[in-house]
Each structure stands twice: as C-alpha cells, then as structure tokens.
C-alpha cells in the first residue's frame, strides 16, 4: 500500500507546489509554538489550526527534555523531510521517548542496517501475511465483539474494540489464548497505564536527573512484562519456536548469521504490542463515530456488507476515517545535519513533528478538508505526503496492512449485524491522550440487532 518513501501511485500529492505554500507566512518564535502544546491539552486541538493558519506551515516550538522543534502540516515540506539526503534526518532519535517501553533495540529505536534486516524478518510475518486464515479469525473476532454489545442503550464502543484488538495482536504475537490472556493483559495494562500518563512526560524530560530510574511502580510493571516475555522466549527455545510472530523472530539470523538475542527478541514483542494496542481500536471508534452520523455513508457500507462481496466502500471508510481523525497525533524525525526547510535553516538536534490532522486538512489536496466523504477514496488509492496516518519512509508502520485489514473486517460484521447510531448528535471532540487522538465520549454509539 505504501512504499519506501511513503508514497503511492494514484496518491494525492503536493506534486509541483512550492512547499511551504500551505498558508501565509508568518514565523514565530519557539517560546510562542511551545504554548500550543499545553494549551491544545486543555482547550482543544483548534489552537494547533489556529497556530498553522497564521504561518506558512510550519511553526517553531521548544520542550523541556527534547529542546527545540518544529511542527510541520505542508505536504511539500513533509516530502522534503522524506526526499532530505541520506545522514540528514535521522528517523529513530525521535523515538527515544519510546525506549523505556519498546527498549534500546525496538524496531522504532534502530537505524541502518541492523534496523533493514529485521524488518526484513517481520514484514513477511505480520504486513505480507494478512491471510485469508487471519482474515477469517478477525471477522469471527468482530462478530463475538458485536454479540456482546447492549442492545438498544447507549455505550461506549472503544473500550470493547480496545479489549478486542489487545487479544488480537497477542494473538499474532505470541499466539496467547484468550481464554487464558489474563496473565499477559493485567502486567501489560499496568505498564501501558504509565506509559500514557502525563507523569511520563514530566519523567522523561527530568531522565538525566534520574526521573525514570527512581519510579518504583514503572520498573516493577515493566520488569513483570519482561519477566513474562522471557519466560515465554525460553519455553519455546525448549519445546519449540511456532509460527506466530515470535516464532518468526527465533528461527531468523542476523546481519552477521547470528541468532536474535533475548533482548532483541523481548523488544521486538514489545514494540508490537505497543504499536497495536491502541491505534487501531482509536482507528476504528473513529470511523465508527464518523460514519454513524453520517446516514448516507452508514447506508451505503452496511448494503455492501449485506451484500457481501465487495469491500470498495467499507476501504474508503476506512481511509476516510484515518484521514480526518488520525489515530496517532503525530510522528517525528531529528535533525542531525544543518537542513533547509521552507526557507529556514534547522540545526542539528531540531526534532520535526509532522502534526497529521492539520496535514490531512490541506484543502489543496482535499476539497472541504473537514467533510467525511468516503467517495474521495473509490477508485483512488490513499499514500503520498497528504495522507500518513502510519507514517511513511524506512519506518513506516510494519502493522499498516493488518490494521486497514481489522478495520474493515470490524466496520463489516457490526454493520452487518446491527443498526448503529449516535448516543449523542453532536461530534465527539478530539481528546489528546498520550500521542493518541482519541474520541471525547469514546465513542458512544447506540446498536439494535438488525
Ligand atoms: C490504525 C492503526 C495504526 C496506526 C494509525 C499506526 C501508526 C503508526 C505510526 C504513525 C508509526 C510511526 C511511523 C514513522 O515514524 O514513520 C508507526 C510505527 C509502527 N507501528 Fe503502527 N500504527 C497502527 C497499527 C499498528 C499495528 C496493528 C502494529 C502491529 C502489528 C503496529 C506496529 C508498528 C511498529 C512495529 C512500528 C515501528 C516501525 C519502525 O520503526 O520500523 N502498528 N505506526
């Protein structure tokens, strides 16, 4: 779906516009972009838009811990960061606010070619295989999902699809029953509790002070995670490997021919887990809470599920859906040579964020850029530096194509199998929680069985 550079035949793209032509231009100082963060927290992503409107698309901001940065919405200029040339933007310094979780060798974390090759190990196994068999269970997934809902009182869906996608991705992972997913769920929730706080953020920035290393409750929650991941490492290294995701990673060699180490293996679970456990699930209450209040798209995506044998319309709810409402927030890169961008020169050391809302809304490339109309995508495939809700470049998101996969798979079987609509009229609000986007009321829908 998305290649190396993120981008995509029949994608829309910045094509010849000047990057940089997102807006008017208007720099601004660091110390007025590094309000925006915090008061986007309390008042609303609209400050973000605000902040964009009145620059060229492109703001400067500084943060305790990270130091300076920039925060990109222009295609053009996200393609120039994508296009910059090699040793220039390093693609994992920027996830070093990842480490404490997915660990120093996490996918995310590496560069080069240690980085090459275990991708090369991991796309067959999760991004080349979204089997038919996969496919299968997921549906069957949804369905079980679906029969569990209330009927005919409001709830709130994400939650259900969070449990959900948390079993699935164990699944695929690690293959965990989820009849018995107990003793992996309660650690890993306790982790992933801390890693989505707020203290994290105050921790990580003071890390040099020790604000990571003196956190009693984080080191024991991550130590029983770890615990449980080894464990599991030495069972199969006795009774044998499998042909889950783990599996995949004990029979592969390094670069050198050497067999992946613990640690290795241990963060690359970890970094799947991570990635998972709730994008996809934001993703799809997303789309969900888009397509409920919208009835003409609801119509035409629940007649294709009854009718069962295209899937056009619920691909471009999806994608419609991860434009408007991206799950993740953003994505970074650092600096690590002098770089022009946009007229501007950034130092080494300048993190870039591209904020994916504000790119997905370029009216350049989106009419009505607010609209959800998921008839942009039929007969047109998502990609370029417009769209980039799983990234793009060398780290692009291995669980992209599975994620798509799930989604539509969920938007399938629930509309086949219920009536939908909102709790509330109104639009949930954009809530910020960790970099997720979240829906404000988590998706409250209401379902009657069809
Ligand atoms: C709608 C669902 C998802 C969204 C929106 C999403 C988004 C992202 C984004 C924005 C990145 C950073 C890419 C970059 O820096 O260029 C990423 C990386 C990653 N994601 Fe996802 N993700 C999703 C689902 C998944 C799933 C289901 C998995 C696991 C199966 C996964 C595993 C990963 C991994 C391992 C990376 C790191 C890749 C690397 O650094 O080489 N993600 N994802």
């Avoid at 000047?18 to 963060?37: C, N």
């Avoid at 969900?288 to 599920?305: C, N, T």
Wanted: hydrophobic share 40%; with cysteine; proline share 7%.
């Amino acid at each position: 779906m998305i290649d190396a550079l993120g981008a995509c035949p029949g994608a829309p793209d910045p094509g010849g516009r000047p990057a940089g032509a997102h807006g008017r231009r208007h720099p601004l100082e660091p110390w007025l972009g590094s309000v925006v963060l915090p008061a986007a927290l309390i008042m609303g992503d609209g400050v973000v838009d605000r902040m964009f409107g009145r620059t060229d698309g492109m703001f400067g901001l500084w943060f305790p811990g990270i130091g300076k940065a920039v925060m990109l919405a222009d295609p053009g200029l996200v393609r120039d960061v994508f296009r910059a040339p090699g040793g220039v933007i390093d693609s994992a310094e920027a996830n070093r606010v990842q480490e404490p979780v997915i660990g120093p060798q996490g996918l995310g974390r590496l560069d080069g070619q240690g980085h090459r090759r275990l991708r090369e190990i991991m796309a067959p196994a999760i991004r080349h295989r979204v089997s038919a068999r996969l496919r299968a269970a997921t549906e069957e997934l949804a369905q079980s999902v679906a029969d569990r809902c209330p009927a005919g009182t409001p709830f709130a869906l994400r939650p259900r699809l969070h449990a959900a996608l948390m079993d699935a991705i164990l699944d695929v992972t690690l293959s965990v029953d989820p009849a018995r997913g107990h003793a992996w769920r309660e650690p890993l929730r306790e982790l992933f509790r801390r890693a989505d706080s707020y203290e994290i953020t105050v921790r990580y920035a003071l890390r040099h002070a020790g604000g990571m290393a003196l956190w009693p409750s984080y080191r024991r929650a991550k130590e029983a995670c770890d615990r449980l991941i080894y464990d599991e490492i030495s069972r199969r290294r006795r009774e044998g490997e499998g042909d889950d995701l783990l599996g995949v990673l004990m029979r592969a060699r390094d670069e050198h021919g050497a067999r992946l180490t613990d640690q290795v293996l241990r963060d690359q679970v970890m970094s799947m887990i991570a990635g998972a456990r709730t994008t996809t699930a934001t993703g799809l209450a997303w789309a969900f809470e888009r397509v409920v209040r919208h009835p003409g798209a609801l119509r035409r995506l629940s007649a294709e599920s009854d009718e069962g044998t295209s899937d056009v319309y619920a691909t471009a709810v999806a994608y419609e859906a991860l434009r408007v409402r991206p799950p993740v927030a953003f994505f970074g890169r650092v600096v690590r040579l002098p770089f022009e961008l946009g007229g501007r020169v950034l130092e080494p050391g300048t993190t870039i964020i591209v904020h994916l809302r504000s790119l997905h809304h370029d009216p350049g490339l989106y009419p009505d850029p607010a609209a959800f109309r998921p008839e942009r995508w039929l007969g047109r495939r998502p990609g370029g530096y417009g769209w980039m809700p799983f990234g793009g470049g060398s780290h692009t998101c291995l669980g992209d194509r599975l994620a798509v996969m799930q989604m539509k798979a969920f938007l399938r079987v629930f509309t086949r199998s219920l009536e939908l609509s909102p709790a509330e009229p109104a639009d949930e609000q954009i809530r910020w929680k960790a970099v997720s986007n979240t829906p404000g009321s988590d998706c409250r829908v209401i379902a009657r069985r069809r």
